[in-house]
């Protein structure tokens, strides 16, 4: 949102008020808090402190290299939840100091100060290191506010304020140069600065400003990240209302945010990932390919039957067979009772399907919504499971399904109740499940169960508790490492609640570039685990996107041939080529390949979840911060440290891509390419550009392997690409239980590979 018509003006209908200057400063007990009163005017004499607002500036050590920001107008306004639930595993210990001198006053977390000018009638703010080295950025004139919506003439109006919006903004300095990321899966620019982004999630597909999960943290191309501290609308101006400024607004009387200073991108998302949650680790099984039956197509048991055989028979192995909506009867979505006419013993068919090792796994569509057609909804009406509207009535709208209403998950008892729910599928043989929506939640003319709760904040927060309740249910039934979803809808913290993929795109390479975007920007938000649906989902693929989508799809964390109304079975795309071009071919050879990258692809997932990285679609100034090229690249990725990989979005086959400083090496074909350079190739559908990293070391399955759990230690190899002194790999099982520590040491001219003796 812009308060402002250029530098000078106030944009119509607005009135802004800014902290002018520091007239006192109070610092806690602890030593851990400073607390600046801001007049909106420079105090020169006692009258000026007579009919004139203050802002509060809030400094306090979180934890270190974190320092937090909250600025308040009133403070006697309500504070309602929901609140992010921070330091889920426990909150650090924070080395904290304030010192005063004649520059100014200094408040400290670990390696992170803020400095309050001492200069008279000025506000200024500036974030550095505690050495000084690096400076960060700064609240400088005009930065702090507040804004009254529309324009107030005289403080007596402000005594109704039912018809007047109120607003708290900030605006922090941008550096020459300084790109900012982030901000959640977002599928334009990569680089956030010049957009105007709103925090809100919304059900926009992928190729619009909208975006399926909003998370209020950025990442600084200067050594730091922002998380905003509220899970209601948040308003930026990333460089878009003033170019040398980042705007953050809230309607609101009080803005919090937590400066992280890194200084590397890694450890920035490693301290932010302890503020609001680290991911959760997965099961291996869920690492290999997942098998839709597509949205709206016709299908049954024999549908199912016929395209598993179908995958056999072309030697894919298929770990989860997923039953996406219509599993459900129509105008039932969403009662948790398979369709009788299509599936008239799910128990006994799906029973049938795992024995016969066709697929592992049994993945079913959900959704938050019940149908006013289905029985349980009078059941929901009569226990007050369902959002309510103001006047008592249940919230129901035809959006989506014919008069749905909303499970209110501020319910405890609701809670418990679609938790039953979700036991009855675990019963009948499901093991995983696809929590679809959570976006579309009313704010207004809405009262929810609890009644502490702001609706705005419930919007964006509601993709929380649901993913929570839902994956809490599969830790209870499966264990706490056995439970994994695939969600759509997502807020700060639903990285514990693994995994996300990346909603509807259409049939593209345009909507397949959108998704990586999106990809990257998630990954750089705390989320280690993220996939797409392969093929897109709006529309038919033909040959060729679709097999450069398998390509993309199957070297992200996780893969999942899904789509809309047409199937994603290979043969079907392609009238049955049976060719090594063929659709079947490609997606043989890429389920393979991710199959024998095991060893590889786990130990360094469990590596990810420790420190808040995405596994795949990691950006590549992740890993190579240093290199500003590194941080234009959005149409490549890193798979973990070592390999980059970079997807083909042009029917030609041909790509150009970026390699970084060093040697590296195609893992198709050994032959090394010297870094920094932008490389063009041209590639058939069985390849892609895959190459990896100097210094690596890799451990890899055997070629054609087709299960994505085993053991380990067994039927692999050891590879080392041009080794140095540094180069380690940890090699885990699913278990996360070391099987071997890999390292080189120097003999003679050579490096000899030490640790890898129990691998056969």
Known sequence: MKFRDGM??????????????FFSISEAQDGKKIALLCPTMQIRSRGDTLNRPTLTVDLEAVMDDVISVEVTHWHGALNKGPHFNLFTSGRPEVNASIQKTEQGTTISAGNLSATVSSKPHTFDIRFHSKDGKHKLTSLLNRSVGFAYDPATSSPMQTADMRDIKHYILTQSTLGVGEQIYGLGERFGALNKVGQSITLWNADGGTSSEQAYKNIPFLLSSKGYGIFIDTPGKVDLEVGSERCCRLQTSIQGQRLKWHIIYGPTPKDILDKYTTLTGKPAKVPSWSFGLWLSTSFTTSYDDKTV?????????RDIPVQVFHYDCFWLRAFHWCDFVFSPDHFPDPKASISRLKASGLMNKVCVWINPYLGQASPIFAEAVSKDFLLKRKNGDIFQWDLWQTGMGIIDFTNPAAVEWYTSCLEKLFDIGVDSLKTDFGERIPSKDVQWFDSTVDP??????????????????????????EAVLFARAATAGTQQFPLQWGGDCESTFEAMAESLRGGLSLGMCGFSFWSVDIGGFEGTPDAAIYKRWVQFGLLCSHSRLHGSNSYRVPWLVDDNDESEQGCSAVLRKFTQLKCRLMPYLYSTAMESIKHGWPVSVRAMAIEFPEDKTAWLCDQQFMLGSNLLIAPVFDESGEVEFYLPAGKWTSFWDGQVVEGPKWVKETHQFDTLPMYVREGSILVLGKEGEKRTTWDWTKDVEVKTFFPNEKSCFKLVDPDNKELATITVVKDGNDW???GAEALA
Do not use: T
């Open 456 to 481: 705005e904040k419930m919007h964006n927060y509601y993709a929380y508790v649901y993913n929570k309740v839902v994956y809490e249910a599969l830790q209870k039934r499966f264990g706490k490492h």
């Open 305 to 313: 039957l016929s395209f598993l055989e179908g995958m056999k028979a």
């Open 8 to 21: 000078w003006l106030v944009a119509e209908g607005k009135r802004l008020e800014y902290a002018e200057e």
């Open 752 to 754: 000899k590979v030490k």
